[in-house]
């Protein structure tokens, strides 16, 4: 067609005609398509993309023979895949998810309604439940946080909560909190298939493992800092302060609550009687009991020597009082002494003694000066100066 007959706007060029407005097109999408991927949209052209991971997920995988399958899949998919598959399961690492993402995840596994509003709130006992075929497993997690000196606002040690969900082919942990992060456990049981191979009980032993191992860590910080508050409470200066200490207490006090209501679960799930760990991690969970106990022994160890220093430091504090009230007594009784000599003299009676001696005033200064000299010395004879 000739140029000047088109319908629409056309250019002719040497090497034949070229339609503007497909041109104008093909620029506009052009300029479309650049803004989207400068925004992180799709292209309109490009297939739908797979879903991707909540912010609320950490990680993802799915485990078979005890071995990492390669990727990071949705959860779903990774479901669905150890459900088909055989000496499967998937681990799916949440930390402080909301209410959307566990509802998702809720209906994905299974879940109920209360075992879902568990996982959502933090700030829950060390226990274990059984709702349904999913296992509740409820542990404290703790971190030291490390402080130049200890003052009336430090903050010593930092808790959260870790909730693991256990399932015939899943394991889902839901971290509450900044400390007790779970990279590393997974990591290190990634390393050990043969202990991974288990199942999902593999999970719950490496996350009780490791939270035991910092408990343990965190006394160890712990027990210095009260031999620091103990070299202040008994040193001869005694600069430690009674708001410290009992800081420290305070802080010594959320550890325990912590550490000790751990015992129960770890027992109920060596116990025979309940449908708990397969016997091939029997052995494992009976040595993280043992490292619990000697963490259980240390931190109520600290919470009664913190007992015993909070009372030292408070009798000392009485003891300084009642110092104190010796010395002002002492220099009260020295000072009356003068006080009634000087007013004596002071009542202007017509008849006195000394009244006319030349040396009266004399005299009477060096009475008052003797007096207070042997006052001085008997008190101080007597510890009270």
């Not at 949440?94 to 996982?119: I, M, S």
């Not at 009642?322 to 007013?343: C, E, F, H, L, V």
Request: hydrophobic share 45%; net charge neutral; aromatic share 8%.
């Amino acid at each position: 067609m000739p140029c000047e007959r088109a319908p629409w706007p056309q250019r002719c060029t040497g090497g034949g005609v070229v339609d503007q407005r497909a041109v104008r097109d093909r620029a506009g999408r052009g300029v479309r398509a650049l803004a989207r991927r400068l925004l992180g949209r799709p292209d309109d052209d490009s297939p739908t993309p797979r879903r991707s991971n909540p912010d609320a997920v950490v990680d993802c995988a799915v485990y078979v023979n005890g071995r990492r399958e390669p990727g990071r899949p949705h959860y779903a998919d990774a479901y669905a895949r150890a459900r088909h598959g055989r000496d499967s399961f998937v681990w799916l690492g949440l930390h402080e998810p909301g209410p959307a993402v566990l509802a998702a995840v809720g209906r994905t596994f299974g879940l109920d309604e209360l075992t879902v509003e568990q996982a959502l709130a933090d700030g829950h006992r060390p226990t274990m439940q059984r709702n349904g075929p999913v296992t509740l497993l409820v542990l404290r997690t703790a971190g030291y946080v490390e402080h130049a000196e200890l003052t009336d606002t430090s903050e010593v040690i930092d808790t959260g909560d870790v909730m693991v969900l256990l399932g015939d082919r899943f394991a889902i942990t839901v971290r509450h909190g900044a400390a007790g992060a779970l990279r590393d456990v997974r990591a290190d049981i990634e390393r050990r298939p043969a202990l991974l191979a288990a199942g999902p009980w593999a999970v719950a032993y490496a996350v009780c493992a490791r939270m035991v191992d910092t408990y343990l860590e965190v006394a160890g910080h712990v027990e210095r800092d009260l031999e620091r508050v103990e070299e202040a409470v008994f040193a001869r200066d005694r600069s430690a302060d009674i708001q410290h200490i009992y800081q420290l207490k305070r802080e010594v006090v959320e550890f325990k609550r912590a550490v000790l209501p751990l015992q129960t679960p770890v027992r109920m799930l060596l116990d025979p009687g309940t449908d708990g760990p397969p016997r091939a991690l029997h052995r494992w969970f009976v040595d993280v009991d043992g490292r619990l106990a000697r963490a259980v022994d240390r931190v109520a160890a600290y919470d009664d020597l913190l007992t015993s220093i909070v009372q030292s430091r408070l009798a000392q504090l009485a003891v300084e009082q009642n110092n104190d009230m010796r010395k002002i007594a002492a220099w009260a009784a020295i000072a009356a002494t003068q006080t009634g000599i000087a007013g004596l003299y002071g009542m202007n009676f017509e008849h006195m003694p000394e009244l006319a001696w030349r040396y009266g005033y004399a005299g009477a200064l060096t009475l008052m000066a003797a007096i207070a000299l042997a006052l001085y010395r008997l008190f101080r004879r007597s510890g009270w100066l």
